[in-house]
């Protein structure tokens, strides 16, 4: 039987490799999922430009953080990138606004098929994604400043006595506070306020809604400026956590509609639990054991790394998970609608 220390040691290896990050990233897939749900609920159709509107939106702060540091402005310890947000939501409204005005209005008022509406969505998603590479380039780009970690492994280890460390990023912690007060305040303005209580009713019943005096225009302008600030303060913590590189982005929308399917198309609070689920399952499915058991089983010596899946197919979890749901359960956990 392993001794108490040795439960402990395992336990900060999970902590620091498998639970800490994958909450950090279930955070900011919730949030990217929270926009696409929105996007679907009430304008009915599966926005495939989300991931690269995320870029754009980041993009904008990555160009606007590295202004603000070259003119020596900062708010340290944390990231110069919070001071750049607004200035990105901004940008992000903008566009997605003028993409609906340019593309998504016009079937609108002819009342276009979904399927329509899916493709006309790839094609803003290749242009948002040729723009993001024409203004900053391919490449991956850094721009997180300020303080590192809340706190390091080694402050851990010295306080805890352990041999395993935990340490928390700033943007780690960044997130996940971030991400609760953004989905807060995103519930309270669905349940509470005039606009929000107009959306809901519009996505339940569009032709009730309307003879009830809702104005469809103002429902579809509050969905894009809210799902644009969605992604962009998702993007914008994701390059704070990990980097920013365009094509990383195009990448995570397969995550960010296998957590809003899981969840439930739809349904705000699903697109939340399929963010969290999506990301543990991805992070723990691609973990090396090895060490972790090594603690719990002393006498065992495995020969290989104990990994159920090479971190080459973290993407491929998100597939299959979505696969499987849509199986299953097409509704997802909260019974959303279906794709």
């Known amino acids: 039987m ?15 490799f498998v639970a800490i990050p994958a909450l950090a990233y279930g955070s900011q897939l919730a949030l990217g999922a929270l926009g696409v749900t929105l996007i679907f609920g009430i304008l009915r159709f599966a926005y495939f430009a989300h991931g690269d509107l995320m870029a754009f939106g980041t993009m904008l702060a990555v160009l606007t953080t590295w202004g603000l540091q070259g003119a020596g402005i900062g708010i340290a310890p944390l990231p110069t990138a919070l001071l750049a947000l ?9 566009l997605s606004l003028a993409a609906d005005r340019a593309v998504f209005r016009f ?19 290749f242009l948002f994604n040729g723009l993001v590479r024409l203004i900053i380039g ?3 780009q850094r721009f997180a400043d300020g303080a590192r970690f809340v706190f390091t492994a080694r402050d851990f280890k010295e306080w805890s006595g352990l041999a395993e460390g935990v340490a928390l990023r700033q943007s780690q912690a960044l997130t996940v506070v971030v991400a609760a007060l953004v989905v807060a305040a995103l519930f309270w ?37 809210i799902a644009a600030a969605l992604a962009t303060i998702a993007g914008v913590l994701y390059g704070l956590d990990k980097s920013f590189k365009p094509f990383t982005y195009f990448q995570l929308l397969l995550p960010i509609f296998a957590a809003a399917i899981v969840g439930g198309i739809g349904q705000p609070i699903g697109a939340i639990v399929g963010g969290y689920l999506v990301a543990f399952s991805e992070i723990t499915l691609t973990y090396a054991y090895r060490k972790f058991f090594a603690y719990l089983v002393p006498a065992w010596e495995p020969d290989g790394l104990l990994q159920i899946l090479s971190t080459d197919y973290k993407f491929a979890v998100s597939f299959i998970i979505l696969v ?4 299953v359960r097409p509704t997802g956990i909260f019974k959303g609608r279906v794709l």
């Open 86 to 94: 607004p200035v990105a939501i901004l940008g992000a409204v903008a």
């Open 324 to 327: 499987v749901v849509l199986l």
């Open 189 to 225: 303005f669905l349940q509470r306020t005039r606009t929000g209580k107009a959306m809901r009713a519009y996505s339940d019943n569009e032709d009730l809604a309307l003879l009830s005096g809702v104005d469809p225009d103002r429902v579809v302008r509050v969905t894009w400026i």
């Open 2 to 16: 392993p001794e108490t220390i040795d439960i402990l040691n395992a336990l900060a290896l999970f902590a620091n």
């Open 107 to 125: 079937y609108r008022a002819r009342r276009a098929k979904p399927v329509i509406f899916v493709m006309a969505s790839v094609g803003v998603m």
């Open 138 to 140: 391919p490449n991956d």
